[in-house]
């Protein structure tokens, strides 16, 4: 008995079924949040957001005005941006407000003040704290209001820009707002933007007809799954082929796909520092897009127009495209990669929604070993799930489905039997038990160690923690005695919550482990 209450296994499972549904619920809304918080100081510099589309040319459909034309120093400016009265969208969801000086629009002035923290929040941009306004979240707002401080050193004129985001795809960028000065004097011509702002665009042509798996291993490389299938016979078929074209690659991309397929080019077998290229399914047409993906993020899009003889097709919920890419690129096009070097090539495909990709629907498609992008062609293989990682996988589930229930059910409703039978000093039921744990926790070690040796070293991440403290609890019921011991029930139970602290904390990012 501790503090009169009996601590039994029924109570300890129930516990560990409310401690995995808790962490669950924890990943799942970090998941789901993320990707709309606002803190977009990526974009203070340009104010563009990283959606990979063109901003809007229609005439913005909101206003921002501020409460004066003139400014002091340390005077405080409220400043209002509101949707206008027009057809269409009657809101917006994303906002970027800045102050920068009129007649330098480079540099950022003042700093602001929320009036509504629940829809805005305050950003540090060039190190300066509070110089920038933007969103908390993606819900419909029809006004926001912030405070505007001018500083002491306060330039003779100061214009407010503004970047406000519809959708995913509907943007616009840098717009100007109303210009203060310092009483007597004259503000400068107020500056516009025009809608060249954004990434270059290219007009694709309509395939006539399905790319064909004919010529693969003799005329170009290939990489399919499944192995052996023609995309022109089977809507199936996920297909990558290039082939060398003089001094660039002619790359052709299909597979069955609700939103977008795409490819990697990658220098290990983890994703991470790759250079990728997709083609979303936008309506009834399809973008082609080159992209870099720093980790697991979004895709950042390229502002360069490096594809050429770009075209694509939908049939039948199949997804094709083709282009043409330069070997080799200037050295402006950051993160993009020189095609005559060996890379790993990953296949993927997913949903997107208004032109957003979403994670892939399945585990990547990764080639089985590198490949020479300009070199011989090759009809190459791939897996979807590495050898290792299989029996990782077939370990963790016959330990954690089979052998421990087997051990639990031994002990919850065997225990009357074989009442004058003992092994080893213990009752049969026990010394059975306690076998099965001890093989589920064997299964568990040999299933932890075999991601590591897959990746070639040690990382550690959310799985690995929560792993790590499933085997140490486990290894408990080795050393249970017969009858059970409160005690050590006791101490797996605080275990337990001493564990849970940990994760939330690391969570919060009060314990950045493995960052």
């Known amino acids: 008995m ?81 949707v ?138 290939c990489l399919r799954d499944p192995d052996g299938c023609d995309p022109q016979n089977d809507i199936a078929c996920h297909f990558l082929s290039f082939r060398a074209l003089g001094s660039s690659v002619m790359f052709e991309l299909s597979g069955p796909a609700v939103g977008y397929v795409s490819f990697a080019l990658s220098q290990d077998k983890w994703m991470g520092k790759d250079d990728v290229y997709l083609c979303i399914r936008d309506a009834d047409r399809v973008e082609i897009k080159a992209a870099y993906v720093s980790g697991r993020i979004h895709p950042e899009y390229s502002s360069q127009n490096i594809l050429k003889d770009t075209a694509w097709r939908l049939s039948d919920g199949v997804i094709q495209c083709s282009f043409r890419r330069d070997i080799i690129l200037p050295p402006e096009n950051l993160n993009r990669f020189s095609l005559d070097q060996m890379y790993y090539l990953f296949m993927a495909h997913g949903r997107a929604e208004d032109g957003r990709t979403h994670r892939h629907d399945r585990q990547p498609l990764i080639s089985t070993y590198q490949t020479a992008i300009t070199g011989p062609p090759e009809d190459l293989t791939g897996s979807r799930s590495p050898l290792l990682m299989k029996y990782h996988g077939a370990f963790m589930l016959i330990a954690w489905t089979s052998t421990v229930s087997a051990g639990v059910i031994m002990a919850r409703y065997f225990k009357p039997d074989w009442p004058e039978m003992n092994i080893l000093g213990q009752k049969v039921w026990f010394q059975l038990h306690r076998m099965l744990m001890a093989l589920t926790v064997l299964l568990t070690l040999v299933g932890f160690v075999l991601p590591f040796m897959y990746r070639g070293g040690w990382t550690v991440c959310f799985h690995d923690l929560v792993v790590t403290i499933f ?23 605080v275990w337990f919550v001493l564990a849970d602290l940990v994760l939330e904390v690391h969570r919060r990012g009060f314990l950045p482990i493995g960052q």
């Open 84 to 221: 206008a009265s027009s057809e269409g969208k009657h809101y917006f969801k994303g906002f970027l407000i800045e102050a920068r000086n009129a007649e330098n629009l480079s540099e950022k002035v003042g700093s602001f003040k929320l009036i509504s923290p629940g829809i805005s929040q305050l950003l540090t941009c060039d190190s300066k704290e509070g110089s920038a306004v933007s969103h908390t979240d993606k819900s419909q707002k029809t006004e926001v209001q912030v405070i505007w401080v001018a500083p002491s050193d306060s330039p003779s004129s100061v214009q407010f820009l503004v970047t406000v985001a519809q959708g995913y795809k509907e943007y616009w960028v840098k717009s100007p707002g109303p210009v203060v000065s310092q009483n007597g004097v004259a503000p400068p011509p107020q500056t516009t933007f025009g809608g060249s702002i954004g990434a270059q665009t290219t007009t694709s042509s309509i395939l006539s007809r399905s790319f064909t798996s004919e010529g693969c291993g003799s005329k170009k490389s």
């Open 471 to 493: 085997l140490g609890i486990h290894q408990q019921a080795l050393f249970l005695p017969a009858p059970w011991s409160t005690g050590v029930l006791a101490a797996i139970v």
């Open 2 to 82: 501790i503090n009169g209450f009996a601590i039994n296994i029924d109570s300890f499972q129930v516990l560990m079924k409310m401690w995995i549904v808790l962490v669950l619920l924890s990943v799942f809304s970090e998941t789901v949040i993320c990707y709309s918080h606002g803190k977009v100081e990526v974009a203070c510099g340009d104010m563009t957001p990283q959606h990979g589309h063109d901003p809007s040319t229609k005439n913005p459909p909101f206003n921002i005005i501020a409460d004066k034309s003139q400014l002091s120093p340390g005077d405080e400016i409220k400043v209002t941006l509101s």
